[in-house]
């Protein structure tokens, strides 16, 4: 549900209790854009925990090397060492 911010002000107490009892985010907008939003305190906590596992990814993460960070994402190839040379075919009477 979107709501303009000059309505939400006069309707904030039913905002708040419509979202308290059916869970369903209000979208708070201004001029058409979304600035902010009334979710759940369930939601809030699933957001909140979100945010700290993807600051936990930036910092160092504990996700292991070569895994998505996101999901959809594909995993990262580890990079290979450059191939040398294991032998060379040098013509018969060739000298260095």
Do not use: H
Not at 48 to 67: H, I, K, N
Request: hydrophobic share 35%.
């Amino acid at each position: 549900m979107d709501v303009p911010v000059t309505e939400a002000r006069a309707q904030f107490a039913d905002l708040v209790n419509r979202v308290a009892y059916t869970g369903e985010p209000v979208k708070l907008t201004r001029r058409g854009r979304v600035m902010a939003a009334l979710v759940s305190p369930e939601d809030l906590e699933l957001l909140e925990t979100v945010r700290s596992q993807r600051a936990d990814l930036q910092v160092g993460g504990t996700v292991p090397p070569g895994q998505p960070s996101r999901p959809g994402e594909r995993p990262q190839q580890q990079p290979q060492p450059p191939m040398r040379i294991a032998a060379e075919y040098r013509p018969p009477g060739f000298r260095p």
